[in-house]
């Protein structure tokens, strides 16, 4: 074992007699850098993982400063400095001491730090070909516009029948939000397809009475700011009758904030982001309440799917189910004045985990990104096409989650809980009135 330091600047002494002081400072982090960045894909990855990297600085420091850079015998202060080292040309292979005029090599690897013994490992030929691949169909990929999931003209402006006289209908509000840079998501859009797909499929849903909402949308309205998801959540309970059943699905970051109403058991108001919520401000619980819960007619039922952080009771319904305990708790609002019931319909909603957990963007399922509830939802469900209980769907949907987190060799294990890669997320239902769970059978 050797110090860092204390190696690298033995080592470029030896190789550079007469070196300044600045180009053995540059030696010395570019010598580390290389060290970081030398390997194949895996051995970088397990760099990355294990913390493993070279992340110190050297620093020069001294009683008077001084031009690192020139050689001057006769300097006025009697401070003695050195000159860079030159390159010859280049094409060279060396630099010349401007003390001793002695040649010395330069090493043969370039400043990216890639070295020709990490050519041969598969994963990198993998990559490289990849590249190469990209980067030749750039032009397709770039000029290609996604399809658009709505129907035309917009299930906002499609009337259908007449209400008072019009039969039971399914209709359903679809919002993936992926943001951009740092709240950038992956699977969101890929969430909207497959619910969109599965609300068709398997739920008898038209087409036309499906509202999407993404930033792949091309119309402005269609686009999930927090002006066109309340506008979209309004048209989602418009003219709500008997008989008919409603679906709001949202994909999306979710937080929480101090509540200043009186009306949270936990002190919190729960949250779901827009894609311009940083300007815009969050939808609160409150506000969606009341926009789609409180409208509810007798004999409507909503069933809301809120795969976000942070999004247990997303809905402020009057209960929620304890799933260890098996049982249904209060959880109406500390404040009498706060309405937070239906108009005698029935709104259940889903969410990806409690309150105070985040919900995971993954690809532990499948090659593509998606919500691990939003995945698992859908998958349970595909795979029980007779219908399954709300409480074997629940049930389901959390063992499920725990044979990813315990999936794998011991060396995946270990990754995973270092990585703290593991899906806490425990989702949880709510309703505005309890039900038996085991005996009603969850069907949009």
Excluded at 27 to 43: I, K, P, R, T, Y
Aim: hydrophobic share 35%; glycine share 6%.
């Amino acid at each position: 074992m050797n110090g860092a330091m204390t190696y690298l600047l033995t080592k470029n002494l030896k190789k550079y007699r007469g070196v300044t002081y600045g180009d053995l400072l540059d030696m010395m982090h570019e010598d580390l850098q290389n060290v970081n960045e030398s390997g194949c894909f895996a051995e970088k990855f397990f760099k990355k993982i294990m913390k493993n990297l070279l992340l110190q600085k050297p620093q020069i420091s001294a009683s008077k400063p001084f031009d690192e850079s020139l050689l001057k015998e006769d300097h006025p202060k009697g401070l003695k400095t050195w000159q860079r080292l030159s390159i010859l040309k280049t094409n060279s292979t060396g630099v010349k001491c401007p003390t001793c005029n002695m040649m010395n090599p330069i090493p043969t690897y370039d400043r990216s730090g890639s070295r020709d013994w990490g050519k041969d490992c598969p994963i990198e030929k993998f990559i490289g070909k990849a590249k190469e691949m990209i980067s030749g169909h750039d032009h397709v990929i770039s000029s290609k516009k996604p399809k658009s999931l709505n129907t035309k003209p917009s299930p906002l402006h499609f009337s259908g029948s007449s209400s008072g006289t019009r039969s039971a209908r399914k209709k359903a509000l679809l919002i993936g939000v992926t943001y951009k840079r740092k709240q950038k998501l992956e699977g969101t859009v890929n969430d909207v397809k497959s619910m969109r797909e599965m609300l068709i499929t398997d739920f008898g849903f038209k087409q036309e009475n499906i509202l999407v909402l993404t930033e792949q949308e091309t119309e402005q309205e269609l686009i999930p700011t927090r002006k066109n998801i309340l506008k979209s959540l309004e048209w989602l309970v418009k003219d709500c009758q008997a008989g008919d059943s409603l679906v709001f699905y949202f994909s999306g970051h979710g937080l929480r904030k101090i509540d200043f109403d009186g009306d949270e058991r936990d002190g919190f108001d729960e949250t779901i982001c827009p894609v311009d919520f940083l300007k815009e401000g969050m939808i609160l619980d409150n506000e969606i309440n009341s926009i789609i819960v409180w409208p509810l007619k007798k004999d409507v039922t909503l069933h809301a799917i809120v795969d976000a952080c942070h999004s247990g009771t997303v809905l402020d319904l009057e209960y929620i189910y304890n799933i260890q305990a098996k049982k249904w708790e209060d959880n109406s609002p500390p404040s009498s004045n706060a309405r937070k019931h239906t108009d005698g319909g029935l709104a259940i909603s889903l969410s990806a985990c409690l309150d105070n957990q985040e919900a995971a963007d993954t690809s532990a399922f499948a090659k593509t990104m998606s919500g691990a509830m939003t995945y698992l939802l859908i998958y349970i469900l595909k795979k029980h096409p007779g219908g399954v209980t709300y409480g074997n769907l629940l049930d389901l949907i959390h063992e499920e989650l725990n044979k990813v987190n315990e999936r794998g060799c011991l060396l995946a294990k270990f990754l995973r809980k270092i990585l703290n890669d593991k899906l806490l997320q425990k989702p949880q239902l709510s309703a505005s009135e309890p039900f038996d769970v085991y005996q009603k059978h969850f069907i949009l």
